[in-house]
T-cell receptor
Framework: KNEVEQSPQNLTAQEGEFITINCSYS?????LHWLQQHPGGGIVSLFM???GKKKHGRLIATINIQEKHSSLHITASHPRDSAVYIC????????????FGEGTQLTVNP | NAGVTQTPKFQVLKTGQSMTLQCAQD?????MYWYRQDPGMGLRLIYY???????DKGEVPNGYNVSRLNKREFSLRLESAAPSQTSVYFC????????????FGPGTRLTVT
């Protein structure tokens, strides 16, 4: 079992829909990261959180430390949100090294 | 600021050839990382450098060497390329050990035939 598991692996939505991507981790972490990888390949950090909730524009990330679970929500989705979304954890014992989930391929159709 | 830059963007090697992937950051970050990304496997850490003058192995270091040339530059060398090293390679950096977000370079797509 991977230390970081994401679901779903693939997600197709219609423009305007509310989207949720889930991430579960199995060991204690110091931080949880959400990254976005566009079709061109570049990777951008969206959020880093260790508790509660963060919001940036239409993106919201939440984390529940007790349940070892995080979610990434996209409100009013748009075709330009189509990308791979990657969850990654920083373990308490490994400094700033990241352990990655396999990613969720999101396609938003107009 | 250019952020994290990588060269080359694409490379094709024959089995047994050697090459060095270059990475530089202009954000005065202490920590730098090399990852590879393969379909179905996600990103995996090859080597990292927590600070200038130090390097450590990650999950998949075999077949690779690294050099932290100075605070800005962190290179990855393949001494004798193998088809299993066909992958997309990303360099990343962050401010320091601990809970800091990482900044990624644009990637190098390497094919070994």
């Amino acid at each position: 079992k991977n230390e970081v598991e994401q679901s779903p692996q693939n997600l197709t939505a219609q423009e305007g829909e509310f989207i949720t991507i889930n991430c579960s981790y199995s060991v204690g972490i110091s931080a949880l990261h959400w990254l976005q990888q566009h079709p061109g390949g570049g990777i951008v950090s969206l959020f880093m959180l260790s508790s509660g909730k963060k919001k940036h524009g239409r993106l919201i990330a939440t984390i529940n430390i007790q349940e070892k679970h995080s979610s990434l929500h996209i409100t009013a989705s748009h075709p330009r949100d189509s990308a791979v979304y990657i969850c990654a954890s920083t373990k308490e014992t490994s400094g700033s090294r990241l352990t990655f989930g396999e990613g969720t391929q999101l396609t938003v159709n107009p | 600021n250019a952020g994290v830059t990588q060269t080359p963007k694409f490379q094709v090697l024959k089995t047994g050839q050697s090459m060095t992937l270059q990475c530089a950051q202009d954000m005065n970050h202490n920590s730098m990382y090399w990852y590879r990304q393969d379909p179905g496997m996600g990103l995996r850490l090859i080597y990292y450098s927590a600070s200038e003058g130090t390097t450590d192995k990650g999950e998949v270091p075999n077949g690779y060497n690294v050099s932290r040339l100075n605070k800005r530059e962190f290179s990855l060398r393949l001494e004798s390329a193998a088809p299993s090293q066909t992958s997309v390679y990303f360099c990343a950096s962050n401010r320091d050990r601990g809970r800091y977000e990482q900044y990624f370079g644009p990637g190098t797509r390497l094919t070994v035939t």
